[in-house]
């Protein structure tokens, strides 16, 4: 079982390919410091997404090591490490029910209190107060009763109340407007405050929020620093 973390991470020498003989990388190394925001660009098709899904053990890696505040993640049950590694993913996940089970989703015992304080932190909760009927609204599945945004911060207070430490997103490419996309970007500020982040970013604001950015192309990592270094 997973201890208590800081959220430190660590790639050492990782290989990994989904069919053998073909690698998306080789001998990939690097160090996040817990806490930090590190935004991960490249091209389609460059194997960002197959890094982070290494993270919480949806494929596992041929060679080498990922440890988590040292511990090698193969050593920890798959439950207790994915307490602790949360994925958003591009699409945000929405079931048929109310706005309030399905932000209560990332922690089921959760209190009505701890519930609209997640929202209320990420900024969800201006929004649900003025749907028809607050959090006992309900929503459907594939409806389109809530933007892409509003989905979006739903996520980020469900993903608050589970509470990992080290949290992964896979940005969405569908475009949003800009006054959206800043609204968006306050809540996941708030979402990521003593969390270590890794977000596959499309948009610039995201990149420009991060404290590193790590280029991923031709079977390896660059990192590039911060944006004003850039
Ligand atoms: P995008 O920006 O389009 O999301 P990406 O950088 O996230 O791209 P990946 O999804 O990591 O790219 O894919 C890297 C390579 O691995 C691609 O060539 C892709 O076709 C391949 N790939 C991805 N997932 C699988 C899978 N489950 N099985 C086999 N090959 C896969
Ligand atoms: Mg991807």
């Given at each position: 079982v997973m201890p208590p973390i800081n959220g430190?991470?660590?790639?050492?020498?990782?290989?990994?390919g989904y069919k053998e003989d073909q690698p998306i990388f080789e001998h990939l190394s690097f160090k996040v410091k817990p806490g930090e925001t590190i935004?991960?660009?490249?091209?389609?098709?460059?194997?960002?997404?197959?890094?982070?899904?290494?993270?919480?053990?949806?494929?596992?890696?041929d060679e080498g090591k990922i440890l988590i505040?040292?511990?090698?993640?193969?050593?920890?049950?798959?439950?207790?490490?994915r307490q602790e590694v949360g994925v958003m993913l591009q699409d945000t996940f929405?079931?048929?029910?109310?706005?309030?089970?399905n932000i209560r989703y990332g922690k089921l015992d959760a209190t009505k209190?701890?519930?609209i304080l997640a929202a209320r932190i990420v900024l969800a909760h201006d929004?649900?107060?003025?749907l028809k009927s607050g959090y006992d609204?309900?929503?459907?599945?594939?409806?389109?009763?809530?933007?892409?945004?509003?989905?979006?911060?739903?996520?980020?207070?469900?993903?608050?109340?589970?509470?990992?430490?080290?949290l992964i997103l896979d940005e969405a490419t569908s475009s949003i407007d800009t006054q959206t996309e800043l609204a968006l970007q306050e809540g996941l500020d708030r979402l990521l405050v003593g969390r270590t982040a890794i977000v596959v970013a499309h948009r610039l604001?995201?990149?420009?929020?991060?404290?590193?950015?790590?280029?991923?192309?031709?079977?390896r990592i660059l990192e590039s620093g911060s944006h004003e270094e850039l």
């Open positions: 430190e991470l660590i790639f050492e020498d990782v290989s990994f935004a991960l660009v490249g091209a389609t098709g460059a194997g960002k997404s197959t890094v982070t899904n290494l993270i919480p053990r949806f494929y596992d890696v505040d040292g511990i090698d993640i193969r050593d920890v049950t798959v439950a207790s490490l929405i079931f048929s029910g109310t706005i309030f089970e209190e701890e519930v929004f649900i107060m003025n609204t309900y929503v459907q599945e594939r409806g389109s009763t809530l933007s892409a945004g509003q989905r979006q911060l739903i996520s980020f207070a469900r993903t608050l109340l589970s509470d990992p430490k080290v604001s995201t990149i420009r929020n991060s404290d590193r950015i790590f280029y991923i192309g031709d079977h």
